[in-house]
């Protein structure tokens, strides 16, 4: 694959605030970004900065086709994407994120097996089709567990928390979307993620590990450097090194993991793109997890990272713009950012940099924002 070098064009797919964050650092870097654009996205952050807007259907091969052909290399923030229509990509264009990671972290049961071939911990697990194999699967894993689709992507609807054998009993004989995973409840005592860069040479960067706390499922808060003992530190990055070696693709990618009491560590998931998680990163690292990702990918050197300052990020929503807008006014060492995407959706978050996590937190709960 040739070097991408400044002045030619990366074509992003995807129109969320990843995809807008690294149209912004790709430009920054002196490149031109073209993307799709729909009728529904035209509006959107992402659409303001393209260079090249490319209208039409994503999920026709036909519009990836035209976006791949105005571009010298192509990426994807978009976790969603079909997995065919990538494959197809892969071949006819420049698409160094490939398309076999995608594919395995669609579908729960194969990272399962892809972590597990890799004697790295996960969750007990059963597959199961039906409430004959759930009741099966029980007996095997245990109350609590939790029922998920085995393809990602359906959303959080089809996920059913099972507590005891009251909740088994209400369920129907059959299950709506076909195969399904069901997983041990890991008693979390915290969940963790780091963001890892891998090269055209196969080289793996691991950044700063990150501390999230989470409400009602959603990410509200980023932490770096996360709190955790030095021991659990080293086997988190040497759990990182080691997914990276072993997983076909190039740029920037996230690992999450739950921590628990005893200090076990379980891997929950694989994000094969640029993470919100990883935005935290951004004001207090040398170089940003966007940065990292656009290197790899047009075939630049990459090196260590070098954490600056201690961060926290805050996820933010709408309702609270009242509250921001205040803050916006006296706060002139909070970094604000703000994004329109898909649908006029809002998003947005808050970086706090200092040398100390505490008075970061202190000074977001004392501005009624967490």
Known sequence: MPVIYPGQTIGIIGNDQRAYKLALKAKEMGYRVAAIVTEQTQDSSLAAVLDIQIEGDPQQYETLARLGDCCQVLTYTDESLDETLLEQLVQDYNVPQGSDALSMTQDR????????????????????????????????????????????????????????????????????????????WVPKQQELAVMVAKDYEGQVVTLPIIENQMQDQDLQLSITPARIDQDVAEEIERLATVIGQNLDYMGIFGIEFFLTADMNIYVKRIVTAPHETGDVLNRILNFSQYEYHLKAICQLAIGPSRLNNAGVCLRTTPEQWPLIQTQMKIKPDWYFNRCQTIGAQESGYITAVGHNIQPLLDNFEAAELI
């Open 109 to 184: 049961y194969l990272e399962k097996v892809f972590l597990s071939d890799l004697n790295i911990n996960i969750s007990p697990y059963v597959t199961v089709v039906d409430k004959t194999d759930i009741e099966q699967g029980v007996d095997s894993i245990g109350y609590p567990c939790i029922l998920k689709p085995i393809q990602r992507g359906f959303g959080r609807q089809y996920h059913q928390y099972l507590e005891s054998p009251a909740d088994l009993a209400k369920m129907d004989d059959t299950l709506e979307l076909g195969a399904y995973l069901l997983e041990s």
